[in-house]
C-alpha cells in the first residue's frame, strides 16, 4: 500500500511540500512556523496567529473576513498553535473545494494562495503597530484560554506533571503562554515580533489535494515571498537521565484525584527503536485492551480513567488515571505492576498482533483527512528524519516481542503527581 509522501522543494526563505492525491475532495494549504520554545517568547507566539486571523488590511473585521470564505463555497480557515519536543509550533489552514469539482472556473486555489498570503504578509496595522483592539481581543481571549486550563483538572493536573519533571527544560512552557507575560504584550511590541517571527522562523508551506504541481510552484512562487534565513535548530536529545524520583502531591477542590506520572524513555521519533516504543505504549496503556485499561480499571476498578501516551519529540511516556484519593497507593502499585510486566515481556503475541493493528488503523484514520497526513509529514521536519508512511507501517510490522522488552529497560520513572482532594493517607 503506498500513501501519498510530499515532495520538496527549497524557496526563498521556506520549503515547499506538494502532495498529489486525489483521497480528498477538498485542496488544503498549511503554512508552519517553527522555533525553539523560550520563555520570552512562548506568549507572544500563542497569541499571534489569533491576531492575524481575526482581520487583515483588505478584510479589516472578522465579519468581512468570515465572509469572504463564505463566498469562496465555504472554504474553512483555522490557526493553531503547538508544543513539538522542545519546538512551538504555529500552524495556519485553508481548507477549499477543489475547483474541478464546480461548475464553474473560479480559480479557487489561486485564491486560498492570495488569502494566505493576504493574512500572514498583510495584517491590518497602525503603522508600526498591530490595531490596539484587534490585540485586545485577542489578549482577552487568550486569558481565558489560558484560565480555562485551571478550570479543566484533568489538562491542569497533565501541565504540572511536566511543569515539574521538567523543570529546567523549556519542554516546561506551555504553548499557551502564560498570563504574566500576556500582561505586557502591546500592539508595538507584538508587531516587532512578528516581524522577527517572519525574518528567523524555519517555514514550510504543504499543499495537498488534486492538484498541478506546476501551477502550485507558480502560485507559491507569486504570494509567498520571505527572506533567506538559517533557522534556529535544537541539538537533538535523548532526555536526562533521572537521578532521583520525585513525587509531588497537592491538594485541590476535586471529586476525584488525578494522577499523573511522568517517564523519560530516552527514545524520540526517527531513533531505530521509536517504533517498538510506540508498540510498548500501546500495549502498556495507550488502547482499550492495554495492560493500564484492564488491570487498573476493570480488574481492580481503581480508575475511572487510566492511559498512557507518548511525547514523540521529547521521549517522554506520561501515565493518567482518575481515582479516588484513598486508593492513591494502591494505583501506584498496580501501574508499576503493569510496567513491570512489559519489562519483563510478560505480554502475549496476540496482544502485540492488536497493537500492531490499532495503530496502523489510528494512522489510516489520522491521514483520513488533509490536515491529519500534514501533520504526520510535519514529524520528518521536527525530527530532520526522511521517514514515509509505507516506512512506518512496515518498521511496526516487523518489530519483535525481543525488540519491545529492549525498549523498556531504557524507560525509567521521573516523577508522580497526584492533584488529590483531601489529605492522602501516607
Given amino acids: ?29 498549511v503554512l508552519k512556523m517553527k522555533a525553539p520554545l523560550k520563555k520570552n517568547s512562548v506568549t507572544y507566539r500563542a497569541l499571534l496567529p489569533y491576531v492575524l486571523q481575526s ?42 473545494v477543489n475547483e474541478k469539482f464546480l461548475s464553474d472556473s473560479t480559480p479557487l486555489l489561486e485564491k486560498a494562495f492570495a488569502l494566505l498570503s493576504e493574512v500572514i504578509f498583510h495584517p491590518k496595522t497602525n503603522g508600526a503597530e498591530f490595531d490596539a483592539k484587534t490585540v485586545t481581543n485577542e489578549i482577552r481571549s487568550l486569558r481565558q484560554r489560558i484560565q480555562s486550563i485551571f478550570d479543566d483538572k484533568m489538562r491542569y493536573s497533565a501541565t504540572r506533571l511536566v511543569e515539574e519533571m521538567c523543570k529546567d527544560e523549556p519542554y516546561a512552557l506551555d504553548a499557551s503562554g502564560n498570563l504574566q507575560d500576556l500582561e505586557t504584550i502591546t500592539p508595538k511590541s507584538l508587531y516587532t515580533y ?27 512562487e507569486r504570494y509567498i515571498s520571505l527572506p533567506e534565513r538559517v533557522p534556529a535548530q535544537l541539538q537533538r536529545t535523548v532526555g536526562k537521565d533521572v537521578v532521583k524520583e520525585q513525587e509531588i502531591i497537592e491538594n485541590a477542590d476535586v471529586k476525584q484525584g488525578k494522577l499523573n506520572m511522568g517517564y523519560r ?49 521529547k521521549g517522554l511516556l506520561m501515565v493518567m488515571a482518575g481515582i479516588e484519593n484513598e486508593n492513591y497507593k494502591q494505583a501506584i502499585e498496580i501501574i508499576h505492576e503493569q510496567m513491570k510486566e512489559m519489562k519483563q515481556g510478560n505480554f502475549s503475541e496476540e496482544e502485540l498482533e492488536q497493537t500492531k493493528a490499532v495503530i496502523k488503523n489510528q494512522l489510516l484514520e489520522t491521514i483520513d483527512v488533509s490536515r491529519g497526513l500534514v501533520e504526520i509529514l510535519y514529524h520528518n521536519v521536527l525530527s530532520g528524519q526522511n521517514i514515509s508512511l ?13 525488540e519491545i522488552i529492549k525498549v523498556g529497560q531504557k524507560i525509567q520513572l521521573d516523577t508522580i503527581y497526584f492533584l488529590s482532594g483531601t489529605e492522602v493517607q501516607e
Fill in 390 to 402: 509505507d516506512e512506518w507501517f512496515a518498521k511496526t510490522e516487523q518489530t519483535t516481542k525481543e
Fill in 194 to 220: 512578528y516581524k522577527k517571527m517572519l525574518a528567523e522562523d524555519e517555514i514550510d508551506l504543504y499543499v495537498i489535494g488534486d492538484i498541478d504541481e506546476s501551477e502550485v510552484e507558480e502560485l507559491a
Fill in 55 to 96: 482581520n487583515t488590511s483588505k478584510y479589516p473585521t472578522t465579519p468581512e473576513l468570515r465572509s469572504y470564505l463564505d463566498d469562496l463555497y465555504g472554504a474553512g480557515f483555522y490557526v493553531d498553535v503547538a508544543k513539538k519536543g522542545e519546538y512551538q509550533v504555529v500552524s495556519f489552514t485553508i481548507d477549499i
Fill in 1 to 29: 500500500m503506498s500513501i501519498a509522501s510530499d515532495t520538496v522543494t527549497e524557496k526563498s526563505g521556506y520549503k515547499l511540500h506538494i502532495v498529489r492525491t486525489d483521497k480528498y475532495k477538498t485542496n488544503t494549504l
Fill in 265 to 313: 524513555t530516552h527514545i524520540s521519533y526517527g531513533d531505530p527503536d521509536y517504533y517498538a516504543l510506540q508498540l510498548f505504549n500501546g500495549i502498556f496503556g495507550g488502547f482499550s485492551h492495554s495492560k493500564l485499561f484492564i488491570n487498573v480499571r476493570e480488574k481492580a476498578s481503581l480508575a475511572y480513567y487510566a492511559a498512557s501516551r507518548l511525547e514523540s519529540h
